[in-house]
């Protein structure tokens, strides 16, 4: 299983970016997934994750109607769709997957230790 994160980037506040999460070696119409962020000098902190039953997304409660989760299976790719970026935004980007049975569960969680599966990340840097 491996994850390839990319799309990251500089961008002004106010702008947006898009994400984006390529699987390879599974499906990942078998799995929840999930973002993560960490700033300098920060620990990892959790952006939204979803869930691969139900379509269910949860997100952190200070980014909800800014960003956005998606996934594609046919691509096996997963997305993050970023609007009115603001220099607190600024940090590396992790992708994140779990197994999860099909038919078993309607949710996900917002905690590292959930997810087995990683991508190394991308940067976000949001300044003028």
């Known amino acids: 299983v491996q994850l390839q994160a990319f799309g990251g980037g500089f961008v002004q506040p106010g702008g947006s970016l898009r994400l984006s999460c390529a699987g390879s070696?599974?499906?990942?119409?078998?799995?929840?997934i999930g973002w993560f962020r960490q700033a300098p000098g920060k620990g990892r902190e959790a952006v939204s994750c979803m869930n691969r039953n139900t379509g269910s997304t949860l997100y952190a409660e200070s980014l909800k109607g800014r960003f956005t989760i998606s996934r594609d299976n046919r691509k096996n790719t997963m997305y993050l769709q970023m609007n009115s970026l603001e220099p607190e935004d600024t940090a590396r980007y992790y992708c994140?997957?779990?197994?999860?049975?099909?038919?078993?569960?309607?949710?996900?969680?917002?905690?590292?230790?959930?997810?087995?599966?990683w991508g190394q990340g991308t940067q976000v840097t949001v300044s003028s």
């Open positions: 994140a997957a779990q197994p999860q049975r099909y038919g078993v569960g309607t949710g996900c969680y917002l905690t590292e230790d959930w997810f087995t599966f």
């Open positions: 070696g599974f499906n990942l119409d078998d799995y929840a």
